[in-house]
T-cell receptor, first 112, second 116 residues
Framework: LAKTTQPISMDSYEGQEVNITCSHNNIATNDYITWYQQFPSQGPRFIIQGYKTKVTNEVASLFIPADRKSSTLSLPRVSLSDTAVYYCLVGARYNQGGKLIFGQGTELSVKP | GAGVSQSPSNKVTEKGKDVELRCDPISGHTALYWYRQSLGQGLEFLIYFQGNSAPDKSGLPSDRFSAERTGGSVSTLTIQRTQQEDSAVYLC??????????????FGEGSRLTVL
């Protein structure tokens, strides 16, 4: 299983771009990289998924270098409501093999 | 239902009592996961179901914990003889195991367990 490492916490201000990097040195060939967001007292929810290069949706962008040993979640122009914990998860797109292990997550605090 | 449903949302129990936590996954999702999240901590994997089978129970912290899934749908996590260290939020997630989408996990809102 690919272990992930993220910064434990990050601070930002409203309107700034935030980049959270996740390291996953032993990612497997068929692994995808998926990011989740968790607000207090809620379950995590899907933000974005990618395999290589760049993926963009209405919420975020995901940058994955050619060696795929890391990935960067980019949140453009954050607001106070983006304060949450962000988890990077590495695994098969359709997991049939067992456990999916989340890393410790990055607690993002957005200040006015 | 439209999403993953968990019950009860809150449970307060006395040390030594048994508790049952229920998860109703999204219809058609064959994979089901239980995670535990202690206050201020990350997600601790407990058990994974593929259909009614649990090929990976490696995360269950002790033999006081057990889980089952019936009909490829509803799952129950049972904690016997609860201890104070069992206090946490228990999260259930489900996902597809094939298709053309992302295979993402859909989480319920969790069951908050407090053991006095």
């Amino acid at each position: 299983l690919a272990k992930t490492t993220q910064p434990i916490s990050m601070d930002s201000y409203e309107g700034q771009e935030v980049n959270i990097t996740c390291s996953h040195n032993n990612i497997a060939t068929n692994d995808y990289i998926t990011w989740y967001q968790q607000f207090p007292s809620q379950g995590p929810r899907f933000i974005i998924q990618g395999y290589k290069t760049k993926v963009t949706n209405e919420v975020a962008s995901l940058f994955i270098p050619a060696d795929r040993k890391s990935s960067t979640l980019s949140l453009p122009r954050v607001s106070l409501s983006d304060t949450a914990v962000y988890y990077c998860l590495v695994g098969a797109r359709y997991n049939q093999g067992g456990k999916l292990i989340f890393g410790q997550g990055t607690e993002l605090s957005v200040k006015p | 239902g439209a999403g993953v449903s968990q019950s009860p949302s809150n449970k307060v129990t006395e040390k030594g009592k048994d508790v049952e936590l229920r998860c109703d996954p999204i219809s058609g999702h064959t994979a089901l996961y239980w995670y535990r999240q202690s206050l201020g901590q990350g997600l601790e994997f407990l058990i994974y179901f593929q259909g009614n089978s649990a090929p990976d129970k490696s995360g269950l912290p002790s033999d006081r914990f057990s889980a089952e899934r019936t009909g490829g749908s509803v799952s129950t996590l049972t904690i016997q003889r609860t201890q104070q260290e069992d206090s946490a939020v228990y999260l259930c997630a489900s996902s597809r195991t094939s298709g053309s989408g992302t295979g993402e996990l859909f989480f319920g809102e969790g069951s908050r367990l407090t053991v006095l």
